[in-house]
């Protein structure tokens, strides 16, 4: 049984935003693991890296009758192999992992996944990236534009819907709770513009429109570093490569 610090409210009216407070069930150095709606749960570890830091990354399990789906791995082997002990302790068979682009911070923890016999699902891009790359771990399953898989009964959706951060980055979806996980895709209002060494800047603002366009009653939205808020990460976010679009500097 997992027991809550704090609940999350839920708007009876799925066009409202979700209010959620701070619902941490699990915290240690590498590991953080919140509770944000009845099936939704994001998972927090840390990345070192030269340019920012000690960096924050999130990633999203949906939960249904004890089956879950993930959304990226945590950066590294140690973290990855925390986190699958923790679903494990909290009786959650774990489904499938969907890694959102092709950097460490979504796929490092990849090969302790495969090990427990947990099939991935990726992007065509993602997979010919990390083949172009020596000693990468691959995942096993391709799609192009969509899939849909199911915990429970609940269905999950993947989606790629243009370039962004990486010409590869694809966005979560729980249609059931319109709860959306962004990844590097989407950044927390007041973020910067983060790594852009393999970022597509000219059409970055074209894609969030297309987000928004194809999820306009999303209540809940996960980005991949930051604070987690609602459908103003992706205004914000559109907003701060608008520019970018005509060739203006920022």
């Not at 927090?44 to 959304?71: H, P, R, W, Y």
């Not at 729980?174 to 790594?195: I, T, Y």
């Not at 914000?236 to 500097?249: I, R």
Request: glycine letters at 8%; hydrophobic letters at 40%.
């Amino acid at each position: 049984m997992i027991i809550l610090f704090n609940a999350c409210i839920q708007p009876k009216n799925p066009k409202q935003q979700t209010v959620h407070v701070d619902s941490t069930l699990y915290k240690t150095e590498t590991l953080i693991v919140k509770q944000l709606t009845e099936h939704v749960y994001q998972h927090i570890t840390f990345l070192s890296t030269q340019s920012f830091g000690k960096v924050d990354c999130n990633g999203m399990i949906v939960v249904d009758n004890n089956e879950a789906i993930v959304f990226d791995t945590p950066a590294d082997s140690i973290s990855t192999v925390e986190l699958l002990g923790w679903l494990d302790k909290s009786g959650f068979k774990v489904k499938a992992i969907i890694p959102t682009h092709f950097h460490l911070d979504c796929v490092g923890g990849l090969n302790e996944f495969h090990a427990n016999g947990i099939p991935s699902y990726a992007h065509s891009l993602t997979i010919n990236f990390l083949k172009q790359q020596a000693g990468a771990i691959v995942p096993q399953n391709t799609f192009e534009d969509s899939v849909t898989l199911t915990a429970g009964n609940l269905q999950v959706q993947a989606y790629f819907l243009g370039a962004g951060h990486t010409r590869d980055n694809i966005i979560g979806y729980v249609p059931a709770e319109n709860v959306m996980f962004g990844g590097c895709l989407v950044k927390s209002v007041g973020a910067g513009k983060g790594n852009l060494a393999d970022a597509d800047t000219t059409v970055w603002s074209e894609t969030m429109i297309s987000v928004q366009q194809k999820f306009p009653n999303s209540t809940i939205v996960i980005p991949g570093h930051g604070e987690t808020g609602n459908s103003e990460l992706l205004k914000y976010t559109q907003k701060l490569f608008t520019a970018q679009k005509h060739g203006q500097s920022q």
